[in-house]
């Protein structure tokens, strides 16, 4: 019998729904849980919208779409669902104090063999897992947004986490379609939230420095380097060039590059200004005049598209 059969999923925000479905797909049962049932229906009512998602674009069967609808449930009663299960996943408000206690009291209640994953994208597992009386068992299991979409998750390891059990879990993962990576040290920022960083620091600077507007930048990133990387892996671009020459680029160009430990100073200065992007209705474009909900409608659709295309082509 398969290892991981049955899943807790804790937590229904943006995230919670999405990641249910991911191990539905995959075969395992999974319980949505919060803290009152009509928020679980409510995330269990998303996560169906989700699978009608994913089948009308053509990402999976038709007809997987209900088989998975009927691996999910919801509930209210965390303790009990928690006691009788192989996966935790935790995907509650970043808070660190917050992910303690909670693994904590799971290291308590779940069985000895259960997996306990946090869903955090950049707290330090070594951290959450501290007061849980099985460490070996505690792993981040980060899904990148949204969840039932996206195929890349990152395993991070704890000082304590065991590496065999990574590769359980990763083997798992991989049977729900996903993309498991695993990041061997615990380190602020994971794996892709550093690469991402590196990029948009750099933009910042860019701007700050009158290099080129945000909308340059953009159409820069999305028309050049940023259309190839899908299908030219990042060593495998520096060795096509040449790693001598990539050595001499970086010494040339990396006297100009932002090499501050913190934020850019146009970053401080805009949100000093109260422009904190959409929430705000403004940051680095004015979105009182541009709708987010027509971007995320983008993403979306050229994910979907995207990602049928390459199911097509490589059915396996």
């Known amino acids: 019998m398969d290892r991981f059969n049955h899943a807790i999923v804790l937590g229904t925000g943006m995230m919670g729904p999405g990641i249910a479905v991911s191990l539905a797909l995959g075969g395992l049962e999974a319980v949505i849980v919060s803290r009152t049932f009509d928020r679980a229906c409510a995330a269990l009512d998303k996560a169906q919208r989700h699978l009608d998602e994913l089948e009308k674009h053509g990402l999976i069967e038709p007809g997987a779409s209900d088989a998975a609808l009927e691996r999910l449930s919801a509930t209210a009663d965390m303790d009990a669902a928690c006691a009788v299960t192989d996966l935790i996943v935790e995907s509650i408000p970043e808070n660190l104090e917050m992910k303690q206690a909670l693994f904590e009291h799971l290291g308590r209640i779940a069985e000895p063999e259960t997996v306990l994953a946090t869903n955090t994208s950049g707290l330090s597992v070594t951290a959450i897992a501290s007061r849980c009386k099985r460490p070996e068992r505690v792993m981040t299991m980060h899904f990148w947004n ?171």
């Open 146 to 316: 949204p969840p039932h979409v996206m195929p890349l998750v990152e395993l991070v390891k704890g000082e304590k986490t065991s590496r065999p059990l990574m590769e359980e879990v990763r083997a798992m993962l991989n049977r729900c379609g996903k993309t498991a990576v695993i990041v061997e040290k615990d380190r602020r920022g994971q794996l892709g939230n550093r690469l991402q960083m590196a990029l948009w620091r750099e933009a910042v600077h860019i701007v700050e420095e009158g290099i080129a507007t945000a909308e340059e930048v953009y159409l820069a990133a999305k028309t050049g380097f940023g259309l190839r990387l899908p299908v030219l892996g990042i060593f495998e671009h520096a060795d096509a060039v040449g790693l001598d020459m990539v050595a001499d680029i970086m010494d040339y160009v990396g006297e100009d590059l932002y090499r501050e430990a913190k934020a850019p100073p146009l970053l401080r200065r805009t949100i000093g200004e109260g422009r904190l992007g959409v929430k705000s209705g403004a940051g680095f474009y004015d979105w009182s005049k541009k709708s987010f909900d027509e971007v995320r409608e983008r993403r979306d659709g050229f994910l979907y598209e995207f990602l049928a295309a390459r199911r097509r082509r490589d059915p396996e």
